[in-house]
């Protein structure tokens, strides 16, 4: 039979005085989340507290050798860019599913169909596991999804880490001076770099295609609009420069046999609720979890707790502890980019251009001998390109110019992958509280049933969105559109079915502000170093602490944000003397 906690008296009972048949995991530090903010998190405080212990949670399977490790440094993906699609797809799960229209009217015989109602339009509608009958379609981030594996997105992400602009950042509560070394060590962890698709040691263009598109449009926009190689968490391989190893969650821990057996992992264990302390009411006692495999309960302490499970998975954690009230702001104030998106097959004249550069004839040459009658001179294996167009104050918004495999985008027989190039320009969502997520339900009394609200299909409190674009959203979005054309026209003419459009709500994955860190507990849930408000040992870690509105990608600031936690979370450690289990 698996365990089940009644109530939370017994939680507390079980806390102080645990039986020796169930005894309490522990650990210095508890981390709920295994991406690069988690890790980032458990590197610096294994690194700085020598004798302290960690304790990660994920929900999610090891689905690598090497835990957290990015899929796509499989050769399989970077010989073939387009069945990663496979793989993102495979690891997305939606956050917030509408029911289903489910009447049939075709259905013949004695089928079974819903009851016609008369409770008005939809109310044949069938609830299906994992759908969310509160979601109102116009307010949903419809393609919001989460990664359950050990890693998180870091396992597919794209790895694109630019810096943000100030505009991008100016409601943060960390100085500049102290943000500015923050980055610093947020690149070294991520490992990211501008130049892996540049040139090589010996000055020769690693990436035919990267350089042709970075020329074009330096030569054509205004020099004010700032085209760079997109910065991008990425090293090329030593042993063979045609490949490239992505970071992943494990890059940011690096080897954790350095630290001995003081970082455990667990997997698929769900982090159910924390426990806030009795009589300590700024305190957290212990964290409730369940193992997956078993469907167990089991009790764990630490001195810090931290949570780190994205931007929806973090506030759904907090909320399932009955912390909302504590914390008005949970949930409110998210943001979500929108993207504009096209795909473009490269001009004649630039394909002139590679042709005839005498940088690249030896190249051709080669490439032409092994694979006589290709018409392209572009070798198979010559890198993508990855340039940025990056936000500025007259064009506010971020701009990829790449190849990217996502979850959408493939090019599959429709064309010569190599002369396609990938638009994707993401949009700022202006900051405004009633822009939220929520989570439903709470369980029953004897704990052994949800009420008043649904649950998602891991069993925690469904996730509602409330968000809108204001009108102010949908002009910037309409500008950002047209730029998106423009620039598509100085590459070349639009891939048949990937015409300039504007993708689903949420499919950035970068929704931010629902754990965000401030100054005032009216509208943030954290300080500065994300330690939450009202409360000396919990922390929240993600793209959920970012205060702000950004057009570019969040992991970076995620990271940077963390490290100041991380620094926090270490002097409490240093108020105590760890490394000793109770
Ligand atoms: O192109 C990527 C982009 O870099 C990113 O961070 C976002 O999550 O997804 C895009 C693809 O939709």
């Given at each position: 039979m698996p365990i089940r906690y009644r109530t939370d008296e017994e939680l507390h009972n079980h806390i102080s005085n645990p039986p020796a048949?169930?005894?309490?995991?522990?650990?210095?530090?508890?981390?709920?989340?295994?991406?690069?903010?988690?890790?980032?998190?458990?590197?610096?405080?294994?690194?700085?507290c020598p004798k302290a212990t960690v304790l990660m949670l994920d929900i999610g399977s090891q689905d690598s050798a090497v835990a957290g490790e990015h899929h796509k440094n499989s050769i399989k993906y970077q010989k073939d860019i387009d069945l990663f699609v496979n793989v993102i797809k495979g690891a997305l799960q939606n956050v917030s599913i509408p029911p289903a229209d489910t009447y049939i009217p075709t259905l013949v015989g004695d089928a079974w169909t819903p009851p016609v109602t008369d409770d008005g339009p939809g109310s044949h509608t069938l609830v299906f596991q994992g759908s969310n009958p509160n979601q109102i379609r116009e307010k949903n981030l419809k393609a919001a999804a989460m990664t359950r594996t050990v890693g998180g997105?870091?396992?597919?992400?794209?790895?694109?880490?630019?810096?943000?602009?100030?505009?991008?950042?100016?409601?943060?509560?960390?100085?500049?001076?102290?943000?500015?070394?923050?980055?610093?060590?947020?690149?070294?962890?991520?490992?990211?770099?501008?130049?892996?698709?540049?040139?090589?040691?010996?000055?020769?263009?690693i990436s035919i295609r990267h350089n042709?598109?970075?020329?074009?449009?330096?030569?054509?926009?205004?020099?004010?609009?700032?085209?760079?190689?997109?910065?991008?968490?990425?090293?090329?391989?030593?042993?063979?420069?045609?490949?490239?190893?992505?970071?992943?969650?494990?890059?940011v821990l690096g080897d954790p046999a350095r630290f001995g057996g003081r970082f455990r992992l667990r997997t698929e264990t769900r982090v159910t609720k924390l426990v806030p302390n009795k009589l300590q009411k700024d305190s957290i006692a212990g964290v409730l979890l369940q193992d997956l495999k078993n469907d167990k309960d089991v009790l764990a302490t630490a001195k810090a707790y931290i949570i780190t499970c994205g931007?929806?998975?973090?506030?759904?954690?907090?909320?399932?502890?009955?912390?909302?009230?504590?914390?008005?702001?949970?949930?409110?104030?998210?943001?979500?980019?929108?993207?504009?998106?096209?795909?473009?097959?490269?001009?004649?004249?630039?394909?002139?251009?590679?042709?005839?550069?005498?940088?690249?004839?030896?190249?051709?040459?080669?490439?032409?001998?092994?694979?006589?009658?290709d018409p392209l001179p572009i070798p198979f294996h010559d890198p993508e390109p990855q340039v940025m167009i990056p936000y500025t104050t007259d064009f506010p918004w971020h701009c990829q110019v790449h190849r990217d495999a996502f979850s959408y985008g493939d090019v599959g027989p429709r064309a010569d992958a190599r002369v396609v190039?990938?638009?994707?320009?993401?949009?700022?969502?202006?900051?405004?509280?009633?822009?939220?997520?929520?989570?439903?339900?709470?369980?029953?009394?004897?704990?052994?049933?949800?009420?008043?609200?649904?649950?998602?299909i891991y069993g925690m409190p469904q996730a509602t969105f409330e968000v809108t674009r204001s009108q102010k959203d949908n002009i910037n979005d309409q500008k950002m559109m047209n730029d998106m054309c423009a620039t598509a026209d100085l590459l070349g003419g639009y891939l048949p079915g990937s015409n300039p459009q504007f993708m689903d709500p949420g499919l950035a994955l970068h929704i931010t502000g629902t754990t965000r860190i401030g100054t005032d507990p009216k509208n943030s849930v954290a300080d500065a170093s994300s330690r939450?408000?009202?409360?000396?040992?919990?922390?929240?870690?993600?793209?959920?602490?970012?205060?702000?509105?950004?057009?570019?990608?969040?992991?970076?600031?995620?990271?940077?944000?963390?490290?100041?936690?991380?620094?926090?979370v270490k002097e409490l450690l240093d108020g105590h003397s760890h490394g000793h289990h109770k």
């Open positions: 048949s169930e005894p309490l995991e522990h650990a210095d530090v508890i981390i709920a989340g295994s991406g690069p903010v988690g890790m980032a998190y458990a590197r610096t405080i294994l690194e700085t997105m870091s396992t597919h992400w794209t790895c694109a880490c630019p810096t943000p602009h100030p505009e991008e950042i100016e409601k943060n509560p960390i100085p500049k001076s102290e943000r500015d070394k923050l980055y610093q060590r947020a690149h070294v962890l991520l490992n990211v770099h501008n130049d892996q698709y540049d040139k090589n040691a010996q000055g020769q263009d042709v598109v970075k020329k074009t449009l330096l030569d054509n926009l205004p020099a004010k609009r700032n085209v760079q190689s997109l910065p991008l968490a990425v090293e090329r391989r030593k042993d063979n420069p045609n490949y490239v190893t992505w970071t992943g969650a494990n890059t931007a929806i998975g973090t506030p759904q954690v907090l909320a399932n502890s009955g912390l909302q009230e504590r914390i008005p702001a949970l949930g409110h104030y998210l943001c979500e980019q929108s993207i504009a998106f096209c795909q473009i097959v490269m001009k004649n004249e630039i394909i002139d251009y590679i042709e005839k550069n005498p940088a690249w004839q030896e190249r051709i040459k080669i490439h032409r001998e092994k694979h006589k009658g190039v990938d638009l994707r320009f993401f949009g700022r969502q202006e900051i405004r509280k009633e822009n939220r997520v929520y989570f439903s339900g709470q369980f029953s009394k004897d704990r052994d049933s949800w009420v008043a609200g649904s649950t998602d939450v408000h009202g409360f000396k040992n919990l922390w929240v870690g993600g793209n959920g602490c970012i205060p702000d509105s950004t057009g570019c990608n969040p992991t970076l600031t995620s990271v940077m944000i963390a490290l100041k936690g991380a620094a926090a």
